[in-house]
C-alpha cells in the first residue's frame, strides 16, 4: 500500500466513522426534545422515558462524535499539512466557526444531560433547543468547509501561492448551498429512520406496545418531511455538479462520452477499459434534462479530460446510483406515512408500513455513506478542485499504512462496543402495563393516539 | 503588537484555558486510577461526578486552539502535524479512549449502576488513557519548547529516526510529559477539595481529606518535576531554558509562580479551599506563560516566527471578528454550565427525578 492510498484510507475511514456521530448528533436532539416538549404539554410519563433514553443515546454518540471529530481536526495537519498549508487561512474560519458552534453544543449537551435536576424543566428543554440547533450549525459550517475543496474561491493562484484571500468568499462557494442543504436533509432523515426502523420492527411484534407507537411517531415527524425534500435537493446538487464539476457527474453517471440529449444510465457496471457501462438501463434524453433541465442539453463525458485525471469511475458511479435508489425509497415510504397520516389511519396496524420502514433502518445511513464516496472520490485525484493534487498534499511521513491500520483498528471496536452498548438500551423496551391501557383506546379520539400526526 | 500577536496570545489564551479544564479531567483520571483506601468507590464516583457534566465542554478547548492555529498559522500547523505525527497520532488515541471509555462506563451501564463489573472495565480504560494522553501531550510541548523542529526535515528522503522520532523521544521532552501530568493531577486534586465539600456534596469531610493529601502530595511533586525539567532543558531546549532565566522578565515571573505555589500548598495545609484553587490555577498558568514567552517570537524554533506563519490580514480580522461573536456566545454560556454544576449554592431541584 503506498503512502497516498495509506493516507486516503484514514482519512475515509476516519471520516466513515465520524459522519455516522455526526449524523445522528444533529438530529438526535431534535427528537429528544420533541418527546420532551411532549411531555410537558401532555403529562405522559411515555413522553418523559423516550426523552430520558433518547439523551442516553445521545450521551454515548455525542462523545465517540466528539473525539472522531477531533481526530478529524488533526488528521488534517497529521496527513495532509500541504493542504492545510495552502488553505488553512482560505478555509479555516467556517471550522473556527464550528469550533464555536460545537463548544455551544458541547455546553448545553452537559446541562441537558445532567441538568434533569439542577434547572427549571423551561430551561432545560430550551437547553436541549440549543444542543439541536448548534449541532445543525456544527454540521453546516463543516459542509461548507468541504464544499470549497469541490468549488474553491475567495483568492487567487500566484505561482501556486494563495493571494487576495477572502475567507468570506470562501464560504460563500458556489457548492456550499447545495451540499449544506442536501447533508443536513440527510442527517434528519438517515437518523429520523434508523429510529422509526427499529421501533417499526419492535412494532411488528407488539403493535400495542405505547412505548414503540410514540417514539415511531416522533422518529417519523423527524425524518418523513427531510426525505421528500431530499431528492428536490438532489436535484439543486446534481445540477450544481453539472456546470461545476462536470467530471464528477460524468463518472457518477458514467458517461464517457461528451454527448447532446444524454441518457440517464440506472444501475450497470462501468467498464472503463471499454468505456461503456454494461447491464444498465437507459432513460434517453433524461440525464440532460435533470442536469440542465433540458433534453437536448450537452452533458461533458469523462473523455473532456485525460484518463489518468479520472476519479475511480465505477466507485462513484455504483455509491451514486446506490444513494439514489435508498433515497427514492426513503421518500416513497415517507410519502406512504404522509398519506396515511393525513387519512389519519393507525400506521402501528399497517404491517406492510411496519416492515418497509423496519427495513429502511440502515438505508439512511448507507445513502449517507455513498453520497460522500460521490463527493470525495468525484474529486480526484484532486483535493482542492483543479488547484491542488491530493498526491501533492500528502504528509511527506513514510509508513503511514501503520497509523492507517491503528486507527482502523481502533474504530472498528469502537463501533462493536457502540453497537452493543445500543443494543442493550433497545432491549430494555419498557413494557408498562399501566401505559399499555392507558394510551392504547385506539380510534378514542384521543389526540396523537398512534396517528401519525 | 501585531494582529498577529494578538490571535497568538489569544491560542495561547486557549491552551490555558484547556490546561486548567480539560488538563483537570485528565488529572481527575489519574486520581480514578490510583484511588485507594477505604474509601475508593467513593472517590471514583466523586470524580466521575465531577468531570461528567463538564469534559466535553472542556475538551473544546484543544479544538479551538487548534483550529484558530490553522486558520491563522497554517505553516506552523502543517510542519507540527508532519514532524510530531507520531506523538500527536497517540495523543488522539488517548484521547479517543479516554472520552468514549468515560461515557461507555457511566452511560452503557444496564440501569444506571456503575457497579457493574463490565462497567467497570471502561472505568479502567477511562482511567489509564488519562494517564498516558497528558503524558504524550506534555511532551509534544516539550518537542516544541527544544525547538528541534527545522522546516528542512520534512523533506522526503530525510532519515526517519532523526526527523519524527529524536525531537520528541528525549529525556527533556518526557521530562516535560512527566510534569504536565503531574500539574494535571494536582490540578484535579485541589478542585477535588472543592468538590468533596461536605457542605455542598453530601459527602464526610474524609473524602476531602483524602483529596487535600493528594494535592500536597502532587504540588510537592510538581517542584521536584519542574526542576528537573529546567535541568534537562540544558542540553535539549538551550534558548528556552536561557530566556527562562536571563530575560528580564524570568525572574519577577519566578517570583510570582513560586509565590502563587507556596501559597496553593499553604492553602491546602490550611484548608482553605478556594484560595488553593485560585492559587493553583494562577501558578499552572504562569509556567504555561512563562514558556509561551520564553518561545517568543517564534511559533516553532529555530525559524518559524509569529510574523513568517501569520495568515493574510484579511483572515486575521475575520478570525478576530468571529472571535468577539464566538465569544458573546460562548462566555455566558460557559458561565451558566459552571453556575449550574459547579456554582456555590446549586439551583433548587426542579426537574422530574
Redesign the interface.
Same mark, same amino acid.
Request: hydrophobic share 55%; aromatic share 14%.
Given at each position: 500500500m503506498s503512502d497516498l492510498l495509506a493516507a486516503r484510507s484514514q482519512m475515509g475511514i476516519s471520516l466513515a466513522f465520524h459522519i455516522v456521530f455526526a449524523v445522528i448528533g444533529i438530529a438526535m436532539p431534535v427528537m429528544m426534545v420533541v418527546a420532551e416538549r411532549r411531555w410537558q404539554v401532555t403529562g405522559h410519563a411515555v413522553y418523559?422515558e423516550l426523552a430520558k433514553r433518547w439523551a442516553?443515546g445521545t450521551?454515548?454518540l455525542?462523545?465517540?462524535g466528539?473525539?472522531?471529530? =477531533?481526530?478529524l481536526?488533526?488528521e488534517?495537519?497529521?496527513?495532509w499539512?500541504?493542504f492545510?498549508?495552502?488553505?488553512?487561512?482560505?478555509i479555516?474560519?467556517p471550522?473556527?466557526?464550528?469550533?464555536?458552534a460545537?463548544? =455551544?453544543e458541547?455546553?448545553?449537551?452537559?446541562?441537558y444531560?445532567?441538568?434533569?435536576?439542577?434547572?427549571?424543566?423551561r430551561a432545560?428543554l430550551w437547553a436541549g433547543v440549543?444542543v439541536a440547533l448548534s449541532g445543525a450549525a456544527s454540521g453546516i459550517f463543516v459542509v461548507i468547509a468541504n464544499a470549497w475543496m469541490n468549488a474553491p474561491a475567495g483568492f487567487e493562484l500566484v505561482n501556486g501561492r494563495a493571494?487576495n484571500?477572502?475567507?468570506?468568499a470562501a464560504m460563500g462557494n458556489a457548492a456550499a448551498l447545495s451540499q449544506t442543504i442536501h447533508m443536513t436533509l440527510a442527517a434528519y432523515a438517515a437518523t429520523g429512520f434508523a429510529v422509526a426502523g427499529i421501533h417499526a420492527f419492535l412494532l411488528l411484534k407488539d403493535p400495542a406496545n405505547a412505548f414503540h407507537r410514540r417514539a415511531l411517531e416522533i422518529a417519523l415527524i423527524v425524518a418523513a418531511p427531510a426525505a421528500v425534500l431530499q431528492p428536490l435537493s438532489g436535484d439543486l446538487a446534481a445540477r450544481h455538479i453539472a456546470v461545476h464539476q462536470p467530471v464528477k457527474l460524468a463518472a457518477a453517471e458514467a458517461v464517457f462520452r461528451t454527448q447532446a440529449g444524454a441518457p440517464l444510465t440506472l444501475g450497470g457496471w462501468p467498464d472503463v477499459e471499454a468505456r461503456e457501462t454494461r447491464f444498465a438501463v437507459e432513460i434517453p434524453y433524461a440525464l440532460s434534462l435533470l442536469a440542465f433541465h433540458d433534453p437536448h442539453a450537452v452533458v461533458k463525458g469523462l473523455d473532456a479530460i485525460p484518463p489518468e485525471d479520472w476519479p475511480n469511475v465505477r466507485a462513484v458511479h455504483l455509491s451514486f446510483q446506490l444513494m439514489v435508489a435508498l433515497g427514492t425509497y426513503l421518500a416513497l415510504v415517507s410519502l406512504w406515512v404522509g398519506w396515511l397520516g393525513w387519512r389519519r389511519r393507525e400506521l402501528a396496524h399497517n404491517r406492510w408500513l411496519m416492515r418497509a420502514i423496519a427495513l429502511a433502518t440502515p438505508m439512511g445511513f448507507i445513502a449517507v455513506e455513498a453520497g460522500w464516496m460521490v463527493t470525495e472520490l468525484g474529486r480526484q485525484p484532486w483535493v482542492i478542485y483543479g488547484v491542488l493534487r491530493t498526491a501533492d498534499a500528502v =504528509?511527506?511521513?513514510?509508513?503511514l499504512v501503520v497509523?492507517f491500520v =491503528?486507527?482502523t483498528l481502533?474504530y472498528c471496536f469502537?463501533g462493536v462496543?457502540?453497537a452493543w452498548?445500543l443494543y442493550?438500551q433497545i432491549l430494555?423496551s419498557p413494557t408498562v402495563p399501566e401505559w399499555r391501557g392507558f394510551y392504547m383506546r385506539s380510534g378514542s379520539g384521543e389526540r396523537g393516539a398512534g396517528s401519525g400526526t | 503588537m501585531t494582529l498577529a500577536d494578538v490571535l497568538a496570545v489569544i491560542i495561547f489564551v486557549a491552551l490555558n484555558a484547556y490546561a486548567l479544564l480539560g488538563g483537570a479531567d485528565f488529572g481527575g483520571g489519574v486520581w480514578d486510577l490510583f484511588a485507594s483506601g477505604p474509601r475508593k468507590e467513593r472517590q471514583r464516583e466523586l470524580i466521575a461526578e465531577a468531570i461528567g457534566p463538564v469534559w466535553e465542554a472542556n475538551h473544546v478547548w484543544l479544538i479551538l486552539a487548534l483550529v484558530l492555529l490553522f486558520t491563522c498559522f497554517p505553516p506552523a500547523f502543517a510542519r507540527l502535524g508532519t514532524l510530531l505525527h507520531i506523538p500527536l497520532s497517540l495523543v488522539l488515541i488517548g484521547i479517543v479512549l479516554r472520552g468514549s471509555a468515560f461515557t461507555f462506563w457511566r452511560y452503557g451501564g444496564s440501569g444506571g449502576s456503575h457497579a457493574d463489573l463490565a462497567q467497570r472495565r471502561w472505568g479502567v480504560v477511562f482511567a489509564v488513557a488519562s494517564l498516558i494522553t497528558p503524558l504524550l501531550l506534555g511532551t509534544t510541548a516539550g518537542a516544541i519548547a527544544s525547538g528541534g523542529l527545522p522546516s528542512g526535515g520534512a523533506m522526503k528522503g530525510e532519515a526517519f529516526y532523526p526527523t519524527y522520532v529524536a525531537p520528541w523521544l528525549n529525556l527533556f521532552a518526557l521530562s516535560v510529559g512527566v510534569f504536565a501530568l503531574v500539574a494535571f493531577a494536582f490540578l484535579a486534586a485541589v478542585y477535588l477539595t472543592l468538590e468533596a465539600d461536605p457542605a455542598e456534596s453530601g459527602e464526610g469531610g474524609e473524602l476531602q481529606e483524602d483529596f487535600r493529601l493528594r494535592a500536597l502530595a502532587s504540588g510537592v511533586a510538581l517542584f521536584v518535576v519542574a526542576a528537573s525539567a529546567l535541568v534537562l532543558s540544558r542540553g535539549r531546549a538551550p534558548l528556552v531554558r536561557d530566556a527562562l532565566i536571563f530575560a528580564s522578565w524570568a525572574v519577577p515571573l519566578h517570583v510570582v509562580t513560586g509565590a502563587a505555589a507556596l501559597a496553593a500548598l499553604i492553602a491546602l495545609w490550611f484548608r482553605r479551599w478556594r484560595l488553593a484553587r485560585v492559587a493553583a490555577g494562577v501558578q499552572v498558568s504562569l509556567i504555561l506563560w512563562g514558556w509561551a514567552l520564553s518561545q517568543k517570537p517564534y511559533i516553532l524554533r529555530p525559524d518559524l516566527t509569529i510574523a513568517d506563519a501569520t495568515a493574510p490580514p484579511a483572515t486575521l480580522r475575520l478570525a478576530l471578528a468571529a472571535l468577539a461573536v464566538g465569544a458573546v456566545v460562548l462566555l455566558p454560556s460557559l458561565f451558566y454550565l459552571f453556575r449550574v454544576f459547579k456554582g456555590r449554592d446549586q439551583a433548587p431541584l426542579v426537574g422530574p427525578r
Open positions: 418523559l442516553r450521551a454515548i455525542f462523545a465517540v466528539a473525539v472522531s471529530g =477531533t481526530v481536526s488533526f488534517l495537519g497529521l496527513l499539512p500541504g492545510m498549508d495552502f488553505a488553512g487561512a482560505i479555516g474560519m471550522f473556527s466557526l464550528e469550533g464555536f460545537f463548544f =455551544t458541547a455546553i448545553f449537551l452537559g446541562v444531560l445532567y441538568g434533569w435536576e439542577r434547572i427549571s424543566s432545560h440549543a493571494v484571500v477572502d475567507p468570506i =504528509t511527506p511521513m513514510p509508513g497509523p =491503528t486507527f481502533l469502537l462496543i457502540v452498548l442493550r430494555r | -
